[in-house]
């Protein structure tokens, strides 16, 4: 026999005090040894990463809990022993929808625009895709089981 089983994953939502900046954000006002000057136009700077290593990045100063959101897990896993572990991971999809839901996410994020790394059932850290600033941590908290299906199965 087997089971289709999702779950729903509670996770705590750390929102993040983040300190540094983006290549975009690259100015001489911040000391940044990347910037030069514009061949093009005279007097004016430009960002030249290629001359001079680029200093931009983010390092994470800080956190603080604001809440918890409820991820489904997408996909129904399939298992043939009773007593085996299972683990659901929800999607990336299901994280950023449920972010948005809970008023984290602005409406028009997608999956695509927050990168996703770290362990479903510890620590996920979520950055933003375009230019890797941090944008939240989620910590594993709690997770219940739904939609306890019992399906037909061919056994040999
Ligand atoms: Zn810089
Ligand atoms: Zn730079």
Known sequence: MSFNQKSTITYTVWNLDVWGHGPDECEDSLGCP???DDPDHEGQRIHD???????A??????RCRVGTVEVQTDETVNYT???????WYPSDGAIVRALIDAGYLKDACTASDVDIDGESDGLLMLDESQDGRPLFQLEYKSETAVDVQHAVTVSP
Do not use: I, K, R, W
């Open 81 to 87: 022993h009773p007593t085996a572990s299972v683990g």
């Open 49 to 55: 990463p290629d001359a001079h290593e680029c200093d």
């Open 57 to 62: 990045g983010y390092d994470v100063n800080d």
């Open 34 to 36: 990347c910037m030069a």
